[in-house]
């Protein structure tokens, strides 16, 4: 039993995604969000500038007492992981593309990945791709862009819709039959995903998957906090507060969002 926050990071609002699921399964968690909008996009960042970020976002959420910690973005977790956890004593969950259950379930055995730079260009991205070549043809395109016009709110913009078209339709013209989401930001975008892609092709991400994980992970380390009520979750952003107001709309009185330069 421990009644400390869980910490959960991302580039900014795409992480809420994760933070939504893991407050479903783990309603009595208290969590402390950190959203680094301020140097959103990290998916067009160096490796080294990843890590940089990540070291940065641990320690404010050490600080904060964190009890474990979740990269709640795939660019951070492919790039910075194994860093962070060779070098702080807590447990980290990370998140990566969901290749291995798109490729189990693909009756055409060609799945899209659409993600960043940051994410497609890394080691641990490749490795896993790697290991699926045989069976599967795997169609990755980089999501430039994207995640500013997610952050600004503009998930409907004619704009949006035009930038994925162009994404999606080699792939979709290729013959896929799964679509990987392997960027947290993107499931904002399931509405006009919805509308681009024909009926038959899937979209799959690792949102419940890291939230099962965490549950795992805080259970195997005694770590639950399962008997708190009413737990507080605490958002904390770098940028503008009404942005991430936005994205919680609807989440109930226990939210408390704030402004502050980490
Ligand atoms: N949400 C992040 C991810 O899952 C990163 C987006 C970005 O900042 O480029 O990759």
Redesign the pocket.
């Known amino acids: 039993m421990d009644k400390h926050p869980i910490g959960i990071f ?3 609002v ?2 809420l995604s994760i933070w939504k699921e893991i407050n479903a399964l783990l309603p009595h968690e208290p969590t402390v969000y950190l959203a680094d909008s301020k ?7 160096s490796k080294d500038e990843i890590i940089q970020l990540c070291i940065k976002n641990t320690e404010f959420l050490i600080k904060k007492g964190c009890k474990l910690i979740v990269v ?7 790039n910075a992981i194994d860093y962070l956890r060779a070098h702080y004593h807590l447990p980290f969950i990370g ?1 990566e593309p969901a290749i291995k259950p798109a490729a189990l379930r693909s009756k055409s055995k060609k799945i899209g990945v659409l ?5 497609l260009s890394s080691l641990l991205f490749h490795n896993t791709a790697e290991n699926h070549a045989e069976e599967i043809r795997i169609y990755e395109q980089v999501g430039t862009g994207l ?1 500013p016009l997610i952050e600004s709110g503009r998930m409907d913009a004619p704009e949006t819709r035009a930038l994925l078209e162009k994404y999606l339709d080699p792939m979709i013209a290729a013959g896929i039959d799964y679509l990987v989401l ?5 499931p904002y975008l399931l509405p006009v995903l919805k509308k681009i892609l024909p009926e038959h092709v899937r979209i799959i991400d690792s949102g419940e998957a890291v939230a099962r994980q965490t549950k795992a992970i805080l259970i195997k380390n005694d770590l639950l906090a399962d008997t708190v009520e009413n737990p507080i979750h605490r958002f904390i952003t770098n940028a503008d507060v009404k942005i991430l107001q936005g994205f919680l709309a609807g989440y109930g009185p226990s939210l408390e969002v704030a402004y502050f330069d980490f």
Request: glycine content about 20%; proline content about 3%.
């Open positions: 991302d580039s900014g795409g992480g140097n959103a996009p990290y998916g067009e960042k709640a973005c795939n660019t951070a977790t492919t998140i993600a960043t730079k940051g994410t995640v392997g960027c947290t930001h993107y």
